[in-house]
């Protein structure tokens, strides 16, 4: 079945720093793929998407590429700020001729930006 | 606010007592989902639905949960009985179309706590 695999936090950096964080995927079909942001006490926010491979998606100076031949689509930003601080989570999405576009959801990663 | 809409925020119950959660969606989607976030962990996809059709319950646990969507009015997700592994936080999500490529908007999420 289909799954997403996400790096364990927390990642805790310094502001201005470079982040990345992992994500895999594995999909029978060919899923669109997701980065939310979820702050305390708040619902997710969606950050960025891409649709099919090779597609970047962007967002508030984070980026990340759907890598079909490594099945993977890593978050990235140059220089992190405080603001950032919050929880990543990488998903899917995938009608895998079914009739259900439901979120594949990995298991979040904290990100925590120190000033 | 033209977003998705939940509430309560917040709703305490004790063991045996039945919780309504209430998810408006966005103007214009007529899709929504239903998540479970369990402490510590990420989203977990519960039940699909369109005006007054259940579409895909397979992540709903067979017994004491229910969902409607009805013609007029928000989707409710409905617990009955209550218990303590019941306490998390329930998200909803609206989209405007079936499609894969289309992201889903979140509300703000239920925390529910059994007492």
């Known amino acids: 079945g289909n799954s997403v695999t996400q790096m364990e936090g927390p990642v805790t950096l310094s502001e201005e720093a470079f982040l990345t964080i992992n994500c895999t995927y594995t999909?029978?079909?060919?899923?669109?793929l997701f980065w939310y942001v979820q702050y305390p006490g708040e619902g997710l926010q969606l950050l960025l998407k891409?649709?099919?491979?090779?597609d970047k998606g962007s967002n508030k100076g984070f980026e990340a590429t759907y890598r079909k031949e490594t099945t993977s689509f890593h978050l990235e930003k140059g220089s992190v700020q405080v603001s950032d601080s919050a929880v990543y989570f990488c998903?899917?999405?995938?009608?895998?001729?079914?009739?259900?576009?439901?979120?594949?959801f990995g298991t979040g990663t904290l990100l925590a930006v120190q000033p | 606010n033209a977003g998705v809409m939940q509430n309560p925020r917040h709703l305490v119950r004790r063991r045996g007592q039945e919780a309504r959660l209430r998810c408006s969606p966005m103007?214009?989607?007529?899709?929504v989902y239903w998540y479970r976030q369990l402490p510590e962990e990420g989203l977990k996809f519960m039940v699909y639905?369109?005006?007054?059709?259940?579409?895909?319950e397979s992540g709903m646990p067979k017994e004491r949960f229910s969902a409607e969507f009805p013609k007029e009015g928000p989707s409710i997700l409905r617990i009955q009985q209550v218990v303590r592994g019941d306490s998390a936080a329930y998200f909803c999500?609206?989209?405007?179309?079936?499609?894969?490529?289309?992201?889903?908007?979140f509300g703000d999420g239920t925390r529910l706590s059994i007492l």
């Open positions: 999500a609206s989209s405007g179309s079936i499609y894969s490529d289309q992201p889903q908007h």
């Open positions: 999909a029978t079909g060919y899923p669109s």
């Open positions: 891409a649709t099919k491979a090779d």
């Open positions: 998903a899917l999405s995938d009608l895998d001729g079914g009739a259900t576009n439901k979120l594949i």
């Open positions: 103007k214009g989607h007529s899709h």
């Open positions: 639905l369109q005006k007054e059709n259940i579409i895909d």
